[in-house]
């Protein structure tokens, strides 16, 4: 199958082209689709830079990127991109329903296809059942956070790219939050680019793990987590392959730190 | 350490017996320790007054009210409409914001003679004064309520590919209620004061002109009871704001 991202020699900074702070630098990175690829690295790295760039909210300096076979502006114009923050942004005047609709109500004139009202159907799947018309602050912050991504869904993204979403969670709600978001990976067939603190986190879910290194942001290890993976892409975190694993992922981030 | 809260036939009773020891040691009190009427007078007397004079006292409360209300209305509207403005030109708001921000600074006092020779002695020189000082808080409230998005929020817009439109309706309106709000609850005292100064000036009509002249004919229960009607004017304003923003803002 085609790639979901295809990133070459990528440039990308804040400020003018001149005297910009690279965030990036020179960055290849290949991203199969439909697979679910988790981002480490200290903070500065350019992790969230790099979504925001697959996302078109950011402008690359130089270099290529595809994403999808296309453009990042035609990606995001067709709908075919999904985004969960770090914070929940939901809009506390909405109601839980009202929030995952979102995407029915804005940017609607650029769109070709019709987005259906799957918000019922997304509630339910997200274990949000009878909460559409709670508002948000009637919410615990895993719920949130399950509303979050309930919109990011909405669309049927082909491409789903999440900020740090689990990172204010507590450490239950965070291990259930990632089987559900692995059991509906498997469902949807969605590429995930997940960026996270965690190696736990990261070698849980991800099928592939890269490290960036900060100052600039580059690549500086790419492991494959898919040997480890059993039923469903679960690993088990007693295996010592997997020890091994993060332990190696460990040293590349104090490295990079 | 914070005080625990108290409980809540306490938190409405106290306001009550507070307001009524007041009341009392005014009534009782200053008449014992020979306070002369014409400087206070008491508030049955205030009362006696307001219900021997109603006619009058409806008669000027009808001009205030109007002229305070209209005020309101266009003052906070103009302050809302050019902070909408401004957030969507950076250009104008960057020439513009610091000559509003200096005409703030003219005291009212000053302006209102200004204003009364542009617009003559009726109704319409009140309204614009009471106008003109409702609408610089709510110009910069809602300035900053329009731009009190996240950027995250912003993103997210983005990410949908919302127009400017839909990001004003969706975003930073429902964004900029609370302070806007906030800035109506000062508006609702501010306008009243501004349509009696306007009276101060240059009126025969109003809760202003009546208390000019109460207070040259040496009238104080009648000035008293000219204060206490403003005052309640100020506060039903107020009310309804409080109301409207229950109603609008449930979060």
Redesign the interface.
């Known amino acids: 199958m085609a790639n979901a991202i295809e990133a070459s020699r990528l440039d990308v900074g804040y400020g003018g082209r001149q005297t910009a702070v690279k965030v990036l630098a020179g960055l290849d990175l290949t991203v199969a689709a439909g697979s679910f690829l988790s981002i480490l690295g200290p903070s500065g790295c350019g992790k969230s830079t790099l979504l925001r760039v697959v996302a078109d909210l950011l402008d690359p300096l130089g270099g290529t990127i595809s994403v999808l076979g296309d453009t990042p502006h035609a990606v995001r114009s067709r709908r075919d991109v999904g985004f969960v923050f770090q914070d929940s942004t939901l809009l506390p005047w909405r109601t839980v329903r009202d929030n995952v609709r979102l995407p029915l109500g804005v940017g609607q004139g650029s769109l070709t296809r019709k987005i259906e009202d799957r918000s019922d159907e997304l509630l339910e799947l997200m274990g949000l059942a009878g909460f559409g018309e709670r508002l948000p602050h009637q919410l615990s912050g895993g719920q949130r956070q399950r509303v979050a991504i309930a919109r990011a869904l909405l669309g049927q993204p082909k491409l789903l790219l999440m900020d740090e979403p689990f990172g204010a969670l507590d450490e239950i709600t965070r291990d259930r939050l990632n089987d559900e978001l692995l059991a509906l990976w498997r469902r949807t067939g969605t590429t995930i680019l997940f960026v996270t603190h965690s190696i736990a986190e990261a070698t849980y879910l991800g099928e592939r793990v890269i490290v960036l290194a900060a100052n600039p942001g580059r690549l500086i290890k790419d492991q494959d987590m898919r040997p480890f993976k059993q039923d469903g892409n679960r690993c088990s975190r007693e295996d010592p392959a997997v020890i091994a694993a993060m332990a190696g992922l460990r040293g590349a981030l104090e490295q990079a730190s | 350490m914070r005080q625990a809260p108290l409980p809540p036939a306490l938190g409405i009773a106290l306001p009550v017996l507070g307001a009524a020891s007041i009341l009392l040691t005014w009534q009782f009190l200053l008449p014992w320790l020979g306070v002369p009427a014409y400087i206070v007078p008491t508030p049955t007397a205030i009362f006696g007054v307001f219900r021997k004079s109603l006619a009058l006292f409806l008669g000027n409360l009808w001009p205030t009210l109007i002229e305070a209300l209209a005020g309101f209305v266009i003052g906070n509207l103009a302050g809302v409409l050019l902070a909408v403005v401004f957030v969507h030109s950076r250009v104008l708001q960057a020439a513009y914001f610091p000559i509003v921000l200096f005409f703030n600074t003219i005291p009212i006092l000053a302006l209102s003679p200004i204003i009364i020779l542009i617009f003559g002695l009726g109704m319409t020189p009140k309204i614009v004064i009471a106008a003109v000082i409702c609408f610089f808080p709510t110009l910069v409230n809602m300035i900053r309520g329009l731009d009190s998005a996240?950027d995250?929020?912003h993103?997210?817009?983005?990410?949908?590919?919302?127009?400017r439109r839909?990001?004003f309706w969706?975003?930073r309106l429902?964004r900029a209620?609370p302070m806007l709000f906030s800035s109506l609850r000062i508006a609702s005292a501010t306008a009243v004061i501004g349509a009696i100064v306007g009276e101060w000036i240059g009126s025969d009509k109003g809760l202003g002109a009546l208390i000019i002249q109460a207070s040259f004919n040496y009238q104080s229960d009648r000035l008293y009871a000219a204060i206490v009607l403003s005052s309640s004017l100020s506060i039903a304003l107020f009310a309804i704001v409080v109301l409207v923003e229950r109603r609008v803002?449930?979060?």
Do not use: D, G, W
Request: hydrophobic content about 45%; overall charge negative; cysteine-free.
């Open positions: 996240s995250n929020e993103e997210l817009f983005r990410v949908l590919s919302a127009t839909e990001v969706s975003l429902p209620l803002i449930k979060y």
